[in-house]
């Protein structure tokens, strides 16, 4: 347990998305114990031991999504009959050999989100300054090194140049995959440069991504009041838009045709060729009740 945890906290600190799932109460038969623990990386592979066949398809089915949405979530894994009405719990029915049940928490652990002011301005200090003091990772940066920072689609970036090389520097964010693009400037200032943009031949879908002028409108107001209503619409758009974005594997899978237990198609140990289509099964008892009468199921 204790090694599953220090792999945890170094995947926290890399940076690494993952879901940490927790058997947090179970039902005799099952395979699971009480505390047991995983973890699931976006591709859906699993360290640790959450249960059997049955459960673990839909438990990574499912922590896929709370990396994607980055709301946690509690399972029930039982028969139909107890699932009850809690509207707290996404409820799986198990109607599988095994009569055990089982609840899972899982808890996505994501990365903090990236903000990066291209500029050598004191607006661009104090955002980094302002940004790092709520945890996030951040940091300023020249044109020439940005490709290097591995931006990814819920990170920020501020152009804070002031005008020295703002359009070269706006062209190469929006080629980023930042979720936000942002350009310290007066309104007048901001109009010229996405007309400068635009016949340079920048699509008007990346100009969506363009906040010019960046920040709140305050008024005349100095450097560091700036940096605070840049880092204030940041924050709100970030809680607009969910947490920075995580790309998923879209594992492909199926129902079993006997119990409707999810089973994920790739590695899939049992299945069934039947008047033209595979079918896919969660253990090797439901093949075997399938093909004894595949009319009952098919």
């Avoid at 505390?35 to 976006?42: F, N, R, S, T, V």
């Avoid at 100009?207 to 940096?227: K, N, Q, S, Y």
């Amino acid at each position: 347990m204790s090694e599953l945890l220090e792999e945890a906290g170094a995947r926290s600190r890399a940076g690494r998305p993952f879901v940490l799932a927790t058997v947090v109460w179970r039902r005799s038969p099952s395979s699971s114990r009480q505390g047991g623990k995983a973890l699931i990386d976006p591709s859906g592979a699993v360290t640790g031991w959450l249960g059997g066949a049955c459960a673990e398809p839909t438990v990574v089915k499912e922590a896929l999504a709370a990396m994607s949405d980055g709301r946690p979530r509690l399972l029930f894994l039982g028969p139909a009959d107890e699932l009850g009405s809690r509207r707290d719990v996404v409820r799986v029915p198990m109607a599988c050999e095994s009569e055990g049940a089982m609840e899972v928490f899982l808890e996505p652990v994501l990365p903090k989100p990236k903000l990066v002011a291209i500029g050598d301005s004191p607006a661009a200090g104090t955002l980094v300054r302002l940004a790092g003091a709520l945890g996030w990772q951040s940091q300023v940066a020249e044109l020439a090194g940005l490709t290097e920072l591995g931006i990814r689609p819920g990170d920020f970036v501020v152009v804070a140049t002031q005008g020295h090389y703002d359009e070269e520097a706006l062209e190469a964010a929006l080629r980023t995959q930042a979720a936000y693009v942002g350009l310290v400037a007066s309104r007048k200032r901001a109009d010229t440069v996405r007309g400068f943009l635009r016949d340079r031949g920048v699509s008007e879908e990346a100009l969506t991504r363009l906040h010019a002028p960046a920040g709140l409108d305050l008024g005349p107001v100095d450097p560091d009041e700036i940096a605070v209503a840049i880092l204030a619409e940041v924050v709100a758009r970030r809680a607009a838009g969910g947490p920075p974005v995580v790309e998923v594997a879209e594992l492909e899978d199926a129902a079993d045709p006997v119990c409707g237990m999810t089973v994920t198609v790739a590695g899939a140990r049992h299945t069934l060729h039947h008047d033209g289509a595979t079918y896919y099964f969660c253990a090797a008892g439901c093949r075997a009740r399938f093909a004894e009468d595949p009319s009952a199921y098919a």
